[in-house]
């Protein structure tokens, strides 16, 4: 027969047994060796709040927690109590001050990142929108530069001295010296591809947006789900507990 080793226990149920054993005892005073090795006399108020406050470092071990055992609960209240008005619902629970604190913790942090979430797909749908109003405007100022050159071209086939135009300020009509005029669009031809310049870049830095955005929900839709995960080992450890008090 093979030798068979039993499993030392973990120290979350190592301290979950001792606040059961504390939180069942009525003096002011407690006899533990828990913490230093050596019989010492503690505050069972203190100690009961030293031990929760290390439970609540410690992760739940489902190791202990089945449906079929499940852990002990440990109860400030009398077993009658803890019988009237209860149901299976995780929000009824009665729970320790730590256990309350820690589904506070899950629930805060769970809407955090929901939110986080939400406003990284707004930022990504301000930068949908971005790149298609720059698209448009990229699209205006390129057919203002074709109307530039056709005047570039009227100009420079024209045989007088002075030219009129309404090209350079719209449908005001101007007279300029031939030199003038070309001048004049060629430097307005410039100033629009400067313009577009500027909106290619605006348009890149949009598409980094949204790149950047996406990867970030990504991850945040991950970290979600392990939370949620979490959250959810941790209603099944309380509701274990529930159970079994309530039996």
């Known amino acids: ?3 068979q080793k039993t499993k030392e226990a973990s120290r979350w149920y190592l301290v979950r047994k001792e606040i059961e054993r504390v939180t069942n005892q009525q003096q002011e005073f407690i006899d533990t060796d828990f913490y230093q090795g050596i019989v010492q006399r503690r505050s069972r108020i203190d100690y009961l709040k030293e031990l929760n ?7 739940c071990d489902e ?4 449906d079929e055992v499940p852990f002990p609960r440990v109860s400030c209240i009398s077993a009658n109590d803890a019988t009237q008005g209860q149901d299976n619902n995780f929000n009824t629970l009665e729970m320790f001050p730590v256990d309350k604190r820690r589904k506070d913790q899950f629930l805060f942090r769970i809407n ?6 939400n406003q990284l797909k707004e ?10 109003f720059l698209s448009s405007e990229i699209e205006k100022i390129q057919q203002r530069i074709l109307e530039l050159h ?22 005001l009509d101007q007279s300029f010296t031939v030199d003038q005029l070309i001048e004049a669009l060629y430097f307005e031809i410039e100033r629009c591809q400067e313009d577009i310049s500027s909106r290619k870049a605006g348009i890149i830095e949009s598409i980094r947006t949204q790149s950047s955005a996406n990867e970030a929900i990504l991850t945040k839709k991950d970290l979600l ?7 959810f080992n941790f209603q099944r450890c309380m509701k274990a507990s529930q159970i079994n008090k309530i039996c």
């Open 112 to 117: 955090a990142i929901e939110e986080e979430i």
């Open 1 to 3: 027969i093979p030798d």
């Open 225 to 231: 789900k392990e939370r949620k995960a979490a959250f």
């Open 63 to 66: 190791e202990y927690i089945t």
């Open 123 to 132: 930022a990504k749908e301000l930068a949908s929108e971005d790149l298609v």
């Open 150 to 171: 056709a005047e570039v071209d009227r100009a420079s086939t024209f045989n007088g001295t002075n030219i009129s135009s309404s090209v350079i300020h719209g449908n």
């Open 53 to 59: 406050l290390e439970l609540s470092t410690l992760p």
